[in-house]
């Protein structure tokens, strides 16, 4: 039973992992033909993560992934091999965070090893940035339900004081709900405000004033005056109003920072399309490495049909170039030996 289900999923290449560790195993797709570029001193400093422990941590794209049972497989590949400690999967971003001890295995051989299961790697460009902006979303969230949450409650307080007025209230309870404002809407400017205040403080330091820096203000006077007041026991409060502005301020924020993300995606989907990998001519041979891990100087080969994956200028051979992403003319441009393509 358990052999027809590991089939069905599509795990049958799980049995021949073992066996094929010691081996060197030969690219399933061919994305690339060699991946040693990733044991390369450039690529390392610009994707590789060392912790303090002394292993490392890179993530990759990763080619083909379209189920759970991809999943498992891929992150099964640590246990066959000494020296890998972890590959973590994003199925959503089809990339996989692999960890793993230098001093007993390279990058390189686990790259081949995912590979030989039938799934190409290449550099995750961006992974950086995009955990940071995944923390960001996430903290900025945080502060938008805090938020709503101060926001409601002081809405609730407030209805209260202001029924009083009308129906009558007992001075000990309006000075209770008076201070339980006073707090909430203090925490409110401190912390889910904070963001404005920090935002000022900022803009101070570098000489720049920008929008932050009124808000931030409105938010201190607003506050230090209703706890004046609050502690003088009489006079408005205002801490109704200060935490909802903050909340909606924070809404504004979002759908801000959500817009900004749709055009950046679409200028990374653009960048996403140009290659990862070129043939680097050396001594009359080529092999496929890196586009990240290209110097100054070096002589890349494009053939007919092939995006072209870096700036430079014609060495050898005469062709017709698609430019229209750039300049927008659908004709192609002729180019020879010394023109820059």
């Known amino acids: 039973m358990a052999y027809e289900v590991i089939h069905s999923c599509?795990?049958?290449?799980?049995?021949?992992?073992?066996e094929r560790m010691d081996d060197t195993p030969t690219p399933?797709?061919?994305?690339?033909?060699?991946?040693?570029?990733?044991?390369?001193p450039a690529f390392n400093d610009l994707y590789v993560t060392e912790s303090e422990d002394g292993l490392r941590r890179v993530e990759l794209?990763?080619?083909?992934?379209?189920?759970?049972?991809?999943?498992?497989?891929?992150?099964?590949?640590?246990?066959?091999?000494?020296?890998?400690?972890?590959?973590?999967?994003?199925?959503?971003?089809?990339?996989?965070?692999?960890?793993?001890d230098p001093a007993r295995v390279s990058l390189a051989r686990l790259a081949r090893m995912v590979d030989s299961l039938g799934y190409p790697t290449a550099p995750a460009r961006g992974a950086a940035l995009h955990a940071l902006e995944r923390r960001e979303d996430r903290r900025l969230l945080i502060l938008l339900t805090v938020a709503g949450a101060l926001a409601g409650n002081v809405m609730l307080i407030a209805f209260a004081l202001y029924g009083g007025m009308f129906g009558g209230m007992a001075s000990e309870h309006e000075r209770f709900f008076r201070w339980i404002s006073a707090g909430l809407g203090v925490t409110a400017v401190l912390w889910p405000g904070g963001v404005f205040l920090k935002g000022a403080i900022a803009s101070l330091r570098v000489k720049r004033l920008h929008l932050d820096l009124p808000i931030?203000?409105?938010?201190?006077?607003?506050?230090?005056?209703?706890?004046?007041?609050?502690?003088?026991?009489?006079?408005?409060?205002?801490?109704?109003?200060?935490?909802?502005?903050?909340?909606?301020?924070?809404?504004?924020?979002?759908?801000?920072?959500?817009?900004?993300?749709?055009?950046?995606?679409?200028?990374?989907?653009?960048?996403?399309v140009t290659p990862t990998s070129v043939r680097l001519v050396e001594k009359e041979s080529t092999s496929m490495v890196p586009v990240e891990t290209l110097i100054p100087g070096a002589i890349v080969e494009v053939r007919a049909g092939?995006?072209?994956?870096?700036?430079?200028?014609?060495?050898?051979?005469?062709?017709?170039?698609?430019?229209?992403?750039?300049?927008?003319?659908s004709w192609p441009i002729e180019v020879a030996p010394g023109e820059p393509a």
Request: net charge negative; aromatic share 8%; hydrophobic share 45%.
């Open 216 to 272: 931030a203000l409105a938010l201190l006077i607003g506050g230090a005056w209703g706890l004046a007041n609050t502690i003088r026991d009489s006079g408005e409060i205002y801490f109704d109003s200060l935490t909802t502005v903050i909340f909606l301020l924070l809404i504004g924020r979002w759908i801000q920072r959500k817009q900004q993300r749709r055009a950046t995606g679409a200028v990374e989907l653009l960048y996403r």
């Open 61 to 100: 794209h990763v080619v083909g992934m379209h189920c759970a049972a991809c999943v498992w497989l891929i992150e099964a590949v640590p246990g066959a091999i000494d020296g890998a400690v972890e590959a973590r999967v994003d199925m959503g971003r089809s990339t996989v965070r692999i960890t793993w």
């Open 10 to 18: 599509g795990l049958e290449q799980y049995y021949a992992l073992r």
């Open 28 to 40: 399933a797709m061919g994305a690339i033909d060699s991946y040693a570029r990733f044991d390369d």
């Open 306 to 329: 092939e995006t072209i994956p870096v700036d430079g200028v014609v060495v050898d051979g005469e062709s017709a170039v698609d430019a229209s992403t750039l300049t927008g003319e």
